[in-house]
């Protein structure tokens, strides 16, 4: 039988996500968020029953036409076409995994309770999730400002069996894929469309993949950072603790206890060096690495917050009576730390970089290019170039988006956080730096034999072994795109753990 996750008032970590969208789990609402759900959801019809006082986007329309009442006999019709009309989105699909996440996502967030929604409605986005029904949503279209708008409304038009999913590997027409399954369209409510559209989880499931890749990522950076500095014959007094403890940042000082520890049983490490400094690329790793480390800290708290949040709009507070046309739609918090994270992980790529040009520049007795004979072997040339590409591609990608504004709404909507574009771009940098590690990782390795018969550390020996089964040592010219290729599936194949 497969395991079970229920959807509660439970805060949500990122281990639990990764789990859930890694080890077979189902979803299934706890008999507390059903209660919440309802006395919600009942709470709001009583009220629209028993008063005709305009309620924001319930009984009135929606942005600058906030002040024309619908009547009652409409208000189905009226979240219906909110959701039709707002899927206009346009660009690439965005990858399944992603999608799969804003399912989960919107599925917590109309879990509280304050967003007046049926039951019903939270139970099929469930089946979705649960049945491995992915809505077709597109890249662009959100401002995440009044919420990610056009991608929420794309995630929702199978609900009311229009739009596309994908499907056991296909994709079809939702209302192909219901006569198979025998499933009638969910009718929506009064305030539905506006909850299922209002919300930040087109953001928040770009910004909740990419922090948790970048755990694992930045953490290789580490591994991948070790080794170039043994097989330069670089030193180990810039990670002394002492050195780290007087300026006192929490990721610099753990990031040079990390290369002590790995390190420390290394016969290249300790051997007599001819020179008294390294490079920045290999000196400053901990200032470097340990800045990118306490971004990703700062970052992860923020997406934790927001996804364990009501972003839509209006909200609904039953136990006060009170419904509130707010903001917590606005993704300004999101957009913000996700391009600190953007620029923070272009920079562990501009680091990397650094440090494969040092490798092949043919200094400290490893010869030009790492390989034997070069002139007639071109060797580890052109893979720096590919990396150069790269991490020239991030420093144009981290150029910040919520520092944009458009207005919108007929003015209604007059400040936007531009978040959903900090998210996709942020998507592309993360893997973007995957492949600059994996082309360091191959020429660490490489460069590693040169230096034999002395040993790096065992446990990085042990990485490098376990890589050799995949990738050759390369003793002459060979088509080295397959190389990059498994290099990095070596990185992605990687077991680190998610905190």
């Known amino acids: 039988m497969g395991k079970i996750h229920y959807i509660s008032n439970k805060k949500l970590t990122f281990k639990q996500i990764d789990d859930i969208l890694n080890k077979d789990y189902t979803l299934q609402l706890s008999e507390d968020a059903k209660q919440r759900i309802e006395k919600c959801r009942n709470y709001l019809y009583n009220k629209l029953k028993n008063s005709d006082k305009p309620i924001y986007g319930i009984n009135t329309g929606f942005g600058s036409l906030y002040n024309r009442s619908i009547s009652k006999d409409d208000l189905e019709t009226l979240q219906n076409n909110l959701v039709k009309s707002h899927a206009s989105g346009t660009g690439e699909e965005i990858p399944l995994e992603i999608v799969r996440l804003m399912l989960l996502l919107k599925i917590q967030a109309l879990s509280y309770g304050n967003s007046g929604v049926q039951l019903t409605t939270v139970q099929r986005l469930i089946e979705f999730f649960n049945h491995n029904i992915i809505p077709v949503v597109y890249e662009y279209g959100s401002l995440g400002a009044s919420g990610d708008l056009a991608p929420l409304a794309h995630m929702s038009l199978p609900l009311i069996g229009l739009g596309e999913v994908n499907y056991k590997g296909k994709k079809k027409e939702t209302s192909e894929l219901y006569n198979e399954l025998g499933w009638e369209p969910i009718r929506l409510a009064s305030k539905e469309g506006l909850a299922l559209l209002n919300g930040t989880q087109f953001m928040s499931a770009f910004g909740t993949y ?24 670089g030193r180990i007094e810039p990670f002394h603790d002492s050195v780290h403890q007087i300026r006192n940042h929490k990721g610099q000082i753990e990031t040079a206890r990390f290369f002590r520890e790995l390190l420390k049983d290394s016969e290249l490490i300790v051997q007599h060096k001819v020179h008294v400094q390294d490079p ?19 970052v992860s708290e923020v997406i934790f917050n927001e996804i364990n949040a009501v972003t839509d709009n209006p909200t609904i507070f039953p136990e ?32 990397s970089e650094r440090r494969i040009y040092k490798l092949i520049d043919g200094q400290r007795g490893l010869p030009s290019y790492l390989v034997a004979t070069p002139g007639l072997n071109s060797g580890f040339m052109i893979p720096q170039y590919t990396a150069a590409s790269l991490v020239s591609a ?26 959903a574009n900090a998210a996709t771009k942020l998507y592309r940098v993360l893997n973007n730096l995957e492949r600059i590690l994996a082309i360091e990782w191959l020429n660490a390795s490489q460069a590693l034999e040169f230096r034999r018969p002395k040993k790096t550390s ?39 753990e998610i905190e």
């Open 210 to 233: 990419c922090i948790m890749k970048a755990k694992k990522v930045s953490r290789f950076a580490d591994f991948a950072g070790a080794l170039s500095l043994d097989v330069y014959d």
């Open 394 to 419: 991030n420093k144009q990608l981290a150029t910040p988006a919520s520092v944009d504004s458009i207005e919108s709404s007929q003015g209604q909507e007059d400040h936007v956080s531009m978040g």
């Open 320 to 351: 006060e009576d009170l419904i509130i046309s707010a903001g917590n739609f606005h993704g300004q918090p999101l957009a913000l730390a996700m391009d600190h994270l953007a620029i923070s992980l272009a920079e562990l790529g501009n680091i």
């Open 458 to 496: 065992s446990t990085l020996e042990k990485l490098v072994e376990k890589f050799r089964k995949e990738v050759p040592f390369i003793e002459e010219d060979s088509v080295m795109y397959e190389h990059i290729e498994k290099s990095l599936n070596f990185i992605q194949n990687l077991n680190f």
């Open 280 to 298: 920045y690329s290999f000196r400053c790793i901990p200032q470097v690495h340990g800045a990118t480390r306490d971004t990703v800290d700062y």
